[in-house]
């Protein structure tokens, strides 16, 4: 995808917003939008990714910089005249209206004739399968019904931008998986740009093209999800994205794909060196759960290895999750698949785990 602002459809360039003139909630934003792309803003509440979706869709203004739309500003356009679909969480459908009069709302806005209009909203009702819900009211619909209802009025004019925001946090884990599945489908097929604001960063990596992970007002990485998850760039990143194991040590030797780890309990481990900066400085060290083995023969040649006492071991039917003590944490957690060849492990038990020195990350502290 584009990552300058000259050929992307939507663009943020060095954007800032501040309530109180002091504060700044996005802070110098730079975010450049592919034609057809699916992506995602996530981050934790206040970190500005609902304020730039807000400031898109014109509902909030930049303090500074310029928000463009394929290619022309759209800073001092109203948000009715930007053309852009809008999913909320809360719905925001008219209860006094029915289905089809909610969805002809913003066709009547745009002046579309009687007939033109029963067209599209067949069309949108179809594509969310609601064909049959034209004249019911919402305080008739389930909330996953209501949900569809609020998808297809976004895309009944046909925009080519989607913003959604936290649209399906009121909905029960099935229905959301499943919905997740049909929006993001959707999106594809009709070639529709979309911006979609969560917290939820399992929602984040299975619907994205990319993922903007946002931390106090900045864009800490913007990546595909298996980059975003295999590759974390800080240790924000690392903890943000998916279970994450740390070790805190300072580093002792900066080879050129290699560091060494002296860590806290005087352990020397090698890392790969992400985001380090010089010999005795300190690092937080990032191992994925799923990539730490403990059965001798599963380990690579390459392995570092590490001695670790069982804490606890938890049968979750694909998986055992186990909790074990390494270099004085008692928070160390490895994701095994439940294997017939694959150990049982017994709280109290000493063992030696290992992985590949390619997937511990030296990240900043």
Not at 278 to 298: C, F, H, M, Q, W
């Amino acid at each position: 995808m584009t990552s300058n602002g000259n050929d992307a459809f939507v663009a943020f360039e060095r954007v800032q917003k501040s309530y109180d003139g002091e504060t700044l909630v996005v802070k110098d934003l730079n975010l450049a939008i592919g034609k057809g792309e699916f992506l995602t803003m996530l981050g934790p509440s206040g970190s500005g990714k609902t304020t730039c979706l807000m400031m898109l869709a014109g509902f909030e203004t930049a303090t500074h910089g310029e928000i463009t739309l394929d290619g022309k500003p759209i800073n001092n356009i109203p948000p009715h005249k930007r053309g852009i679909g809008m999913v909320f969480q809360n719905y925001a459908l008219f209860p006094h209206m029915t289905v089809a009069e909610n969805l002809a709302f913003p066709l009547e806005v745009r002046g579309m004739g009687k007939s033109e209009r029963e067209g599209k909203i067949k069309r949108a009702l179809d594509m969310v399968q609601m064909g049959e819900f034209g004249g019911r009211r919402p305080a008739q619909l389930s909330g996953g019904q209501q949900q569809r209802i609020a998808l297809a009025r976004a895309l009944v004019f046909e925009p080519e931008l989607v913003l959604m925001d936290e649209p399906l946090g009121a909905l029960d884990k099935q229905l959301r998986e499943h919905m997740q599945f049909e929006i993001t489908n959707l999106a594809h097929n009709l070639g529709i740009t979309t911006v979609y604001v969560t917290h939820d960063q399992t929602e984040a990596l299975t619907m994205s093209d990319r993922v903007a992970v946002f931390d106090d007002g900045r864009i800490q990485q913007l990546a595909p999800p298996d980059e975003l998850y295999e590759e974390p760039q800080n240790s924000f990143v690392a903890q943000f994205i998916g279970e994450n194991n740390t070790l805190e040590g300072t580093i002792s030797k900066i080879g050129e794909d290699s560091c060494e780890v002296t860590l806290d309990d005087g352990e020397v481990i090698d890392a790969l060196p992400v985001n380090v900066s010089e010999v005795g400085a300190r690092t937080l060290v990032s191992i994925r759960p799923e990539r730490v083995e403990y059965n001798k023969d599963r380990l690579s040649p390459e392995a570092h290895t590490i001695h670790a006492e069982v804490l606890e071991f938890i049968y979750m039917g694909d998986i055992y999750r186990t909790r074990l003590r390494v270099a004085g944490k008692d928070d160390f957690i490895i994701k095994t698949r439940n294997a017939p060849d694959q150990r049982r492990l017994k709280p109290g038990e000493q063992i030696e785990i290992g992985w590949r020195p390619q997937d511990c990350r030296a990240l900043d502290a």
